[in-house]
């Protein structure tokens, strides 16, 4: 029969209504591993749309969390309790990045407001206020800002956002990947600007460090991928990831780059391409169509793990060919991170992050809290 309209709460309904379709839209764009001396996979840190900053324990999502995709659909995942759980950013965090490996590391973030921002990393993996309060009392120690152009009779262009970063620590320096074209190389200790790099037409999606070299690795929503010296600012070479490949309807923007462990391997993802590329031959080994819009890659030795606008986390061999596909939760994947041990967390789309051994299965799969 019919219920009882006489209780109805439109506004509470209302209200669950865009509740539920925030949390739907809640996205994960950036998971990296937390350093530590164990050669287990312990904690990671999470980077979302609502500007949150989260770490979480995988001991502790595999003891209070039911196991993975295998036994639930992606919208009755729990939400998992984070350890840390701050505001980072007006607006989306894009990137997140740890300085240095020991207990005085640093917790590097940016995003959508143009800003850099670091906190000292034990001061997040132990908090001395409970989760509820932290927003408030997680304070940077120190604040960058991407600095903004004049135009006519003065005026101010927007702060540009910060879509990437990439660490040196040896040489103090964080590089950002700009919504103004350029990337910008500060200096950790003094705060200040050491070098812009120019030479992009369109916005940078993305940024890698090549330390052996003191090169950085840009990609561009215009297509191409550059290497740039760091000393001085200026484009040493010029690649077109999906230059063969420009059909009517194919968008060719630059959107992740990585390096292997040697640095004399690049992998790009450009749409629906990936491609891999011997630095020192200045040389492209392969380049394919893939299904999907690539979102981001990562060199596991040899192979390449690569995720995008499908619920699929791929394994390409050095040589372009798919050696495994994996299902993970999050129907868009925008991150792979890659543990020491084999074991990859996986953020996307709904808020998800999917942890895999290094064996295939799903070790824990939830959804992140939002502020």
Request: charged share 20%.
């Amino acid at each position: 029969m019919f219920g009882d309209g006489r209780n109805w709460d439109e506004e509470a309904y209302r209200e669950s209504i865009l509740r539920e379709r925030e949390t739907q839209t809640q996205t994960v764009f950036r998971t990296v591993w937390a350093p530590s001396q164990n050669p287990s996979p312990e904690t990671f840190v999470v980077a979302s749309s609502d500007g949150s900053l989260a770490s979480y324990s995988i001991s502790s999502c595999i003891s209070k969390l039911p196991l993975g995709l295998s036994n639930g659909k992606a919208p009755n995942l729990s939400v998992a309790e984070p350890d840390c759980f701050f505001q980072g950013h007006d607006g989306p965090a894009y990137d997140v990045k740890f300085y240095g490996n020991g207990e005085d590391s640093l917790l590097i973030s940016c995003g959508d407001d143009g800003r850099i921002r670091g906190w000292r990393w034990k001061d997040c993996a132990q908090p001395e206020v409970p989760n509820p309060v932290q927003g408030k009392h997680m304070k940077p120690i120190f604040d960058l800002v991407n600095p903004q152009h004049k135009g006519p009779w003065g005026a101010l262009s927007p702060i540009p956002e910060n879509n990437a970063i990439a660490i040196n620590a040896q040489e103090g320096s964080i590089f950002a990947a700009a919504g103004d074209s350029c990337a910008y190389c500060w200096d950790v200790e003094s705060g200040k600007v050491k070098m812009v790099f120019k030479g992009h037409t369109d916005y940078l999606h993305c940024i890698v460090a090549r330390n052996t070299t003191n090169q950085i690795i840009t990609g561009s929503e215009d297509g191409t991928a550059r290497i740039w010296d760091c000393k001085s600012g200026k484009c040493v070479q010029l690649m077109e990831p999906a230059k063969d490949m420009k059909l009517k309807g194919f968008f060719s923007y630059v959107s992740c780059v990585s390096l292997d462990a040697s640095e004399s391997w690049l992998a790009c993802g450009s749409g629906q391409s990936l491609s891999v590329w011997n630095l020192p031959a200045s040389e492209c080994v392969y380049r394919i169509s893939t299904r999907a819009s690539m979102q981001d890659v990562v060199f596991d030795d040899n192979q390449v793990l690569a995720v995008g606008a499908e619920p699929l986390i791929s394994r390409f061999s050095i040589n372009g060919v798919i050696l495994s596909q994996i299902q993970c939760a999050p129907h868009s994947a925008f991150s792979v991170s890659l543990h020491p041990s084999g074991v990859t967390a996986v953020g996307g789309y709904g808020g998800l992050v999917d942890v895999i051994s290094q064996f295939g299965s799903h070790l824990c799969t939830f959804r992140c809290p939002f502020l």
